[in-house]
């Protein structure tokens, strides 16, 4: 090996080339509003893996598919039943929240339903000025996640075998060290979305189930919606519990004051469930402060709306995760002398 070569191995800049390249594409994904791509690509390839049996990928891609339909599907039946109960659901429950707030002392932000309704109203009138923009806005996203998932399922079919253990040998020049690190930081990144949006969807699932047998064992009214929103708000912490747990407090006013307490009492105790699985599940790697988290949650949603929130935790861990190596050379790359 010439000496120049055996100098420019033992430099950081194809590290650091990959670093500044990571960090300028995340800052892209955001100023150009690409997050969805984005996400669609991470949950698409986290999926075709976790089918991927026996390094199967024509079965990931099968089962892939049954399942995007079914959630479609699924989708369609929620979104058609929750455009006519959730107005129900608000309909009774507001009045009864604005009485015991009134008894409670508590000056609500308004008066009725009715009030609640015109501002509703009022807003809505206002912002279908706008169809042909949130029109335009929905179509973009539709497309953009087809993209996402036309771009993860060739990724997938081209990426590696796990069952592949021969090493990559990459040649000592700028273009290759630099590409190999390249991948170890998306490989990192995708390291961490999977561990927490994974998790998160495990945790979200188990709080969906038991509030769910919670719901239709207390008889509550509009138990099918409450359930389907409390999976989705799930797969935001901190913020997505409180406003699912203020929804089932509040329709359980609507039944009795007892049971908006015994409904308190559950979620309290889901809650508590929750930490404990949190720490099993993710273990010591995402105990991120609740003012970091929640930090992060407001910087997405005001950067890239609600796509941003479900990135942002993943973005923490992935920051954390690269902020402790030791070096910037932990990531080792095999090389080969080119003469």
Not at 82 to 111: H, Q
Not at 165 to 180: C, M, S
């Amino acid at each position: 090996m010439r000496s120049d070569q055996a100098v420019f191995l033992s430099s950081n800049i194809p590290v650091r080339l990959s670093y500044t390249i990571v960090f300028l594409g995340l800052a892209f994904v955001g100023l150009l509003d690409l997050t969805t791509l984005l996400l669609t690509g991470l949950f698409t390839i986290f999926a075709l893996r976790k089918f991927c049996f026996g390094g199967r990928k024509w079965l990931a891609i099968i089962l892939g598919a049954i399942l995007l339909t079914a959630f479609g599907a699924g989708l369609y039946l929620f979104l058609r039943t929750a455009v006519t109960e959730v107005p129900e659901i608000a309909r009774r429950s507001i009045p009864v929240v604005i009485e015991y707030a009134e008894k409670l002392g508590i000056d609500p932000w308004f008066a009725d339903f009715a009030e609640l309704k015109s501002k509703a109203l009022e807003f809505a009138m206002d912002k279908l000025r706008d169809i042909g923009k949130y029109t335009q806005f929905i179509l973009v996203h539709v497309v953009t996640f087809l993209i996402g998932l036309v771009i993860a399922v060739g990724a997938f079919i081209n990426s590696r075998s796990p069952e592949d253990q021969e090493p990559i040998v990459v040649r000592n020049n700028l273009y290759d060290r630099t590409f190999a690190e390249l991948m170890a930081r998306a490989t990192t990144f995708y390291l961490s979305f999977a561990t927490v949006l994974g998790a998160q969807i495990v945790i979200s699932s188990i709080n969906t189930t038991l509030t769910c047998i919670f719901l239709f064992w207390n008889h509550y009214p509009f138990a099918m919606v409450i359930t389907g929103l409390t999976f989705v708000f799930g797969l935001m912490p901190i913020v997505g519990n409180l406003i699912s747990n203020t929804i089932i407090v509040s329709v359980g006013l609507t039944i009795s004051p007892h049971m908006a307490l015994w409904a308190l009492a559950f979620l309290v105790f889901v809650h508590k469930l929750e930490f404990f699985l949190n720490s099993k599940i993710i273990g010591d790697r995402i105990k991120n402060p609740m003012w970091l988290t929640l930090l992060g949650l407001l910087l997405g949603e005001k950067l890239m709306g609600i796509p941003g929130m479900i990135l942002a935790p993943v973005l923490l861990h992935y920051i954390k995760v690269e902020a402790s190596r030791n070096t910037l050379e932990d990531v080792p790359v095999p090389t080969a002398d080119e003469h």
